[in-house]
């Protein structure tokens, strides 16, 4: 078993709690042991970096502080969240390269009782994880359902990559590891040159024209090349691409139908995991139809009696209790 430190972030609790589930339910098959960090907080997403860096860099570096002193040997922190991976590579590459900022953040951390010293952690993402350190080999083992046929988009996202404080990755434009674990599970890589393009982030709380159009931009070009599914990465790009997918469609009039699933979920199908057991069921657009074509098994859906409406005819005018009572 490879063990890490492992920081799940806010969205795994909650929005992208199917990553979480389809993340435990294929760690172990895997050979991957997360000890969650104790007490960890949320890294702050992205604005609050816009809004002031020592109180943004200080709130991702009490997570680090906290890993520090819980490492028990280890040196490796592991984000499945993209955003989370970028905040904590950032604020550790930027006290290692800033003194007063290391100063200034470690003060902060003082008041607490804290204090992180750059280089102590290394934070990698899950992609990297899974694609250098188990490798194809290990994930080709355990295929028991290849998803032969199964035509999917590999999206990454713009976070992975950018910065890559820690050159991890080669440029994104030839980029393999997500399409090499898509091939390995059995399934049909389409060309998806949009793949490291944004998916418009908070853009639907600020501007909904304009995320719409990010979105639509990212969904055509899937289906374009006949994509079953899109595959991601990150939490904010499912939620973008799946919540928003019908809102799209509304404000485009167009017709996409194309649901976005984790790498976790494909893996775990293809180890011969149910629907279930990976947190399928509960997206927007419903990968029903997609699956069911590579041979996933869902139970079957309730078929709920439509009810007769009463005829209860036109309303009919009451007369308020203190009239009666005159």
């Known amino acids: 078993m490879k063990k890490y430190l492992f920081y799940p972030g806010c969205s795994m609790g909650d929005v992208a709690r199917s990553y979480m ?5 294929i760690k172990e098959r895997i050979g991957l042991d997360l000890q969650e960090i104790d007490d960890w907080n949320c890294c702050g997403a992205t604005e609050y970096f816009s809004v002031n860096q020592l109180p943004a860099h200080a709130l991702v570096g009490r997570n680090l502080a906290l890993a520090q002193d819980q490492s028990n040997g280890l040196d490796t922190i592991m984000a499945p969240c993209s955003a989370c991976y970028l905040n904590l590579s950032k604020t550790e ?3 290692g390269e800033n003194q007063a ?3 200034a953040v470690n ?19 899950l992609l990297d994880i899974i694609y250098h350190d188990i490798g194809l080999d290990v994930i080709k083992q355990h295929v028991t ?26 440029n994104p434009k030839s980029q393999r590891a997500f399409e090499d674990i898509m091939e390995a599970l059995g399934a049909s890589v389409v060309d998806y040159p949009m793949r490291a393009e944004c998916c418009s982030g908070h853009m639907p709380q600020i501007d909904r024209g304009t995320a719409y159009e990010m979105i639509r931009h990212l969904i055509n070009g899937a289906a374009e090349q006949s ?3 899109i595959a991601t990465l990150c939490p904010m790009c499912q939620l973008n691409l799946d919540m928003y997918q019908k809102e799209m469609n509304k404000y485009f009039r167009k017709q996409y139908s194309i649901p976005v699933l984790y790498i976790t979920q494909l893996m775990g199908l293809a180890f011969g995991a149910n629907p279930d057991e990976l947190g399928i069921g509960s997206e927007f657009i419903n990968p029903r ?5 590579v041979g996933t098994d869902f139970p079957e859906e309730e078929v709920k009696p439509k009810q007769k409406k009463k ?3 036109l309303p009919m005018p009451t007369i308020p209790s203190e009239v009666k009572e005159r």
């Open 93 to 95: 590459n930027y006290m």
């Open 101 to 103: 900022l290391n100063d």
């Open 145 to 170: 359902n290849p998803l032969k046929g199964l035509r999917v988009a590999a999206y990454y996202g713009c976070l992975i990559f950018r910065p890559d404080v820690n050159n991890r990755w080669t």
């Open 107 to 125: 003060a902060a951390l003082g008041a607490g009782g804290l204090n992180y010293k750059p280089g102590s952690m290394e934070i990698r993402h």
């Open 289 to 293: 139809a997609a699956l069911e074509r």
């Open 227 to 229: 994509a079953d599914v």
């Open 21 to 25: 589930v389809s993340l435990m339910a």
């Open 311 to 313: 005829d209860e005819g």
